[in-house]
């Protein structure tokens, strides 16, 4: 009898997990099949859905797809392909470059040929920079209607300051290029798949710089430097020349961003498994942690987990938009009024997507669908 009873214990709990599993995989396979519904309504010939606008803090959407050809629809744009500034919206695609500039009315593009194959803009002090892996530069000054090559000897000088054997070196004998930046004074950073190379001539010389390595991303606010990298959150305060850890206990940086009277970031918790956000209204000196209650739910962790999902919705960027911190997410994006003690889902348009890709400019929100592939 006692037997039979242990056997009956074991049944219950077994009973009550299985129907966890169960509803776990319905929910993903209704997930699934609602994103495969999506996409045969609301099709249209004209060009529509590939990017929104909106200057009320998110409250209301302008589709501004309009003059962008038609085959973007389908395959999105790179999230390093296009950028906002006081300039207005770019876009780098195809064979073109797309710019319209700032408007309350309607946006109107201009297109022009592009001379070359890089797919990735990055701003820069003179104009907008575009790149390649191979770190073929061009860029177009302000005012100007021309690309020029720029940067010609720096994979010369890069493969002989930093010789490291990789992929890259061993097919091409060049540096993987993940991303350049230019500060407010004009100093060049390039960052590469294992070193970060620094230029104060217009990139005549480069120097490498002793900083973190991974796929590092550089800002700057009233001449302070912070970067992301595999250690966590790297500060300078001398150019570049040398870089202190501020943040890193945690983990690998994801993101960081200049804010009203300091900065925002985003590290990867290797403990949890999570990202967690930070801000510092010192000049990166100290740090507060914010959005505990963006972070994913438990539910979300276990899908993850038992592989009924391949992610989590996990914080993955942060921007400030006018008086609004904003925040994306894989399944939206989130606003703060009160440096992130608290936040608000913003209602984005009703499009099939994998996520939102997003670029902000004043109190100005520009949002690029994620198509997945």
């Known amino acids: ?22 509803l776990l995989n319905s929910f993903v396979l209704k997930h699934k099949g609602a994103k495969t519904k999506s996409l045969t309504e609301g099709t249209s010939s004209e060009v529509a859905n590939i990017i929104f606008k ?69 701003p820069g002090k003179s104009g907008i920079f575009a790149y390649n892996f191979r770190g ?26 930093n010789g490291e054997k990789d992929w890259m070196y061993t097919h091409f004998k060049e540096k993987l290029v993940r991303d350049i930046f230019e500060t407010a004074g004009g100093t060049v950073f390039i960052v590469c798949s294992n070193s970060l190379f620094r230029s104060t001539d217009r990139g005549k010389t480069w120097k490498q ?54 900065f925002a970031a985003i590290v990867n918790n290797t403990t949890t498994g999570t990202n967690s956000m930070y801000i510092s209204l010192d000049s990166g000196k100290n740090w507060n942690a914010i959005g505990e209650d963006l972070k994913p739910s438990w539910i979300s962790l276990l899908m993850k987990k038992t592989g009924l999902t391949q992610s989590s919705s996990d914080i993955s960027s942060i921007k ?14 989130f606003r703060s009024s009160d440096l992130g003690k608290t936040w608000q889902p913003l209602t984005l348009p009703p499009v099939e997507n994998f996520g939102f890709n997003f670029s902000v400019s004043g109190n100005v929100i520009y949002v690029i669908p994620n198509k997945g592939c």
């Open 1 to 22: 009898m006692a037997l039979k009873k242990k056997k009956m214990r074991k049944r219950f709990v077994f009973i009550p997990a299985m129907l966890l599993l169960f």
């Open 54 to 122: 909106s200057a009320d803090g998110g409250k209301t959407w302008q589709d501004i797809s309009k003059g962008l050809p038609d085959n973007l629809q389908k395959g999105g744009i790179r999230s390093d392909g296009f950028l906002a500034n006081d300039r207005g919206l770019y876009l780098r695609a195809g064979n073109k470059f797309y710019h319209s500039e700032p408007s309350f009315g309607a946006t109107i593009w201009t297109k022009e040929n592009f001379p070359g194959n890089q797919a990735s803009i990055a």
């Open 136 to 161: 073929q530069f061009l860029q177009k000054i302000n005012g100007s209607g021309n690309w020029s090559p720029m940067y010609a000897n720096f994979q010369e000088q890069a493969v002989r300051l």
């Open 209 to 262: 710089v002793q900083a973190g390595s991974g796929t590092m991303r550089l800002v700057e606010s009233d001449g302070v430097l912070l970067a992301t990298s595999k250690e966590g959150i790297l500060r300078s305060t001398d150019d570049g020349q040398s870089w202190d850890r501020v943040i890193g206990d945690e983990g690998a940086g994801i993101a960081v961003e200049r804010i009203d009277g300091g």
């Open 320 to 333: 400030q938009m006018g008086k609004y911190l904003v925040c994306g997410r894989s399944d939206g994006i």
